[in-house]
């Protein structure tokens, strides 16, 4: 039993009960049903007589589109929980808002106008879906003695299986609304992972061999080079995508500013082919010199 209030709307349908069980419960309706429990714990169930050891309990009734909803006042923002564990709706007031998640009064996330999560960051990059940040000033930096973010890392990805075959995919990429598989990124024995394309035989046709390609890897310009302080300074080895683009256009790309960019060719590359470079002028040489 419980101490019962109940607001029945009939005349008679007000009452008040009591027991010594110590539970409280408040009914209404034209046939009073219990709205709300109060357990001996001061656990609180809604919709619900019995709460199972949780201090707020809310049952979606039938027909209802959510179990809880909640309004900022004035503002318009709400979010609504509904049933199962898992499921939440959140509101923005307006299409210049976001969504931000705080700890102690600091933001740590946040979901703009345009359905972008940002973690660590205010602000999206080039529209990026998914912007996630380190911040070296952190508390976590300087407890753990480090100066920046070089030791840490903005996405770490775990998998259950110990399995370093190329067979264990970490990403996938997929272009054309999830209909075009681009490639991923897989393990590639201890220690290692690397970039996996699409390769199975029977997936292709129209199957060829290649033509020979000496002379296009002689006409490549294989460079050294510094990077402008705005695109982040630094020594490198490696290729111009303007030379590369009249031997092999299907590896130069554009990046949103019109500067164009190159895939597929690295500064081991760069160094294999000045080797092929090398070992190629050498054949010529002493083919000349035996006179083939």
Known sequence: MSTTISAGTATSGAALSSDTSGILQLQSGSTPTTAVTIDTSQNVGIGITTNSGRLLQVNQPSGYTSAIRVLTAGSGAYYEAFSGVSNWK??????????VFTDSGTERARIDSSGNLLVGATTTIDQSRLLVQL??????????GFSGDVTYCPVRIIKYDNNSTTSNAFIRFIINNDGTGSGQINANGSNQAAFGSY?????????????????NINKIEVIEFDYLASEGGGHQIGFSA???????P???????????TLTGWNKTEARLVKAIQELSAK????????GV
Do not use: H, W
């Not at 299907?250 to 164009?260: A, Q």
């Open 199 to 215: 390769s199975d035989i029977t997936l292709k046709e129209n199957i060829v061999p290649l033509e020979p390609q000496l002379a």
């Open 90 to 99: 959140f509101g923005c007031p307006d299409s210049t808002d976001a969504l």
């Open 283 to 290: 054949v010529t040489a002493l083919e000349a010199k035996v």
């Open 135 to 144: 911040n070296s000033t952190s508390t976590a930096f300087s407890t753990n």
């Open 250 to 260: 299907d590896s130069v790309g554009e990046r949103l500013d019109g500067k164009l």
């Open 242 to 248: 303007q030379n590369m683009q009249g031997i092999y």
